[in-house]
T-cell receptor, first 113, second 114 residues
Framework: SQQGEEDPQALSIQEGENATMNCSYK?????LQWYRQNSGRGLVHLIL?????REKHSGRLRVTLDTSKKSSSLLITASRAADTASYFC?????????????FGTGTRLQVFP | GAVVSQHPSWVICKSGTSVKIECRSL??????MFWYRQFPKQSLMLMAT?????????EQGVEKDKFLINHASLTLSTLTVTSAHPEDSSFYIC??????????FGPGTRLTVL
């Protein structure tokens, strides 16, 4: 079963604008990860945030985690056409005695030049 | 970074035949490998988790006799879709993890069953 739901399902913006995607999950987690997938391709790991962290940055990416609300957000600043892809959050849910990832429903981002 | 390959990248087969998909970790030892399937415009659904040398653990609703998983070495896992039918057509993605938390994903295999 899927752990996370993401919104929006689809997002269209112009180059230079910021894109924000949200992820909600159901159970306690060990960590939450964000991935990117270009159409018909494999996944690229973007960033991992642990349950005891609240915010993390990597280049133009900013991820926040609110464990009280069981939610996370991914912000891509100054977006580029090359950022067009699907973005998924994934969690390692309780009881986290394995490393298995449960993926959210994904957000399809389209950035227009 | 760690590299995971899949072979083949795409396959077309007739209904009733079996198809084997390989997942290899090229530059690290993968103690655990995961198999996912993804339907068009949908998310990845975990099918099974396999640890080297032991039987795979299947997620609820995944038929173990339909999707045979073998993880015979620390660098290779295979998924065999037995007696494939059109509804098995999907994108199959593997991932591998070693010492760290991170999973490294393969590029995926697109299976089309006619």
């Amino acid at each position: 079963s899927q752990q996370g739901e993401e919104d929006p399902q689809a997002l269209s913006i112009q180059e230079g604008e910021n894109a924000t995607m949200n992820c909600s999950y159901k159970t306690s987690i060990n960590n939450l990860q964000w991935y990117r997938q270009n159409s018909g391709r494999g996944l690229v790991h973007l960033i991992l945030i642990r349950s005891n962290e609240r915010e993390k940055h990597s280049g133009r990416l900013r991820v926040t985690l609110d464990t009280s609300k069981k939610s996370s957000s991914l912000l891509i600043t100054a977006s580029r056409a090359a950022d067009t892809a699907s973005y998924f959050c994934a969690t390692v849910p309780f009881p986290y005695n394995t490393d298995k990832l449960i993926f959210g429903t994904g957000t399809r981002l389209q950035v227009f030049p | 970074g760690a590299v995971v390959s899949q072979h083949p990248s795409w396959v077309i087969c007739k209904s009733g035949t079996s198809v084997k998909i390989e997942c290899r970790s090229l530059d690290f030892q993968a103690t655990t490998m995961f198999w996912y399937r993804q339907f068009p415009k949908q998310s990845l659904m975990l099918m099974a988790t396999s640890n080297e040398g032991s039987k795979a653990t299947y997620e609820q609703g995944v038929e173990k006799d339909k999707f045979l998983i073998n993880h015979a070495s620390l660098t290779l896992s295979t998924l065999t879709v037995t007696s494939a039918h059109p509804e098995d057509s999907s994108f199959y993605i593997c991932s591998a993890s070693g010492d760290s938390d991170e999973q490294f994903f393969g590029p995926g295999t697109r299976l089309t069953v006619l």
